[in-house]
């Protein structure tokens, strides 16, 4: 079901390159090309949130979260509050970057 990835097909390429995040649906269609099987060991199967971590218009890492553990689904408000605080984050990360 998930074939090989190009670099422009995969999900994290798309997130780095963008700097916007991205609600990955459990939906194995939706998904398809986007995540290998490699990453799918390391986290499991979608649904998940990712958003990079923007300082300084470069990104220097990326906020994961999901809900393997609870089972809940993820909702559009979920990845708003979602973006909201990784958009927090990145403001106090540059923040402090500029204290010397």
């Known amino acids: ?42 986290l499991g199967f979608p649904p998940y949130l990712i958003m990079p971590t923007v300082v300084k218009g470069k990104v220097i890492g990326m906020f994961i979260a999901d809900r ?8 559009s408000k979920d990845f708003l509050a979602f973006q909201q605080f990784c958009e927090k984050a990145s403001i106090g990360l540059t923040f402090l ?4």
Not at 68 to 75: A, D, F, G, H, P
Not at 97 to 100: I, P, V
């Open 1 to 42: 079901v998930y074939k090989r990835q190009s670099h422009k097909s995969n999900i994290f390429a798309k997130v780095l390159d963008s700097h916007e995040g991205a609600h990955i649906s459990s939906n194995p269609k939706e998904i398809n090309g986007t995540i290998n099987k490699v990453t799918l060991s390391l």
């Open 68 to 75: 393997e553990v609870s089972k809940r689904t993820i909702e």
């Open 97 to 100: 970057s500029m204290q010397d």
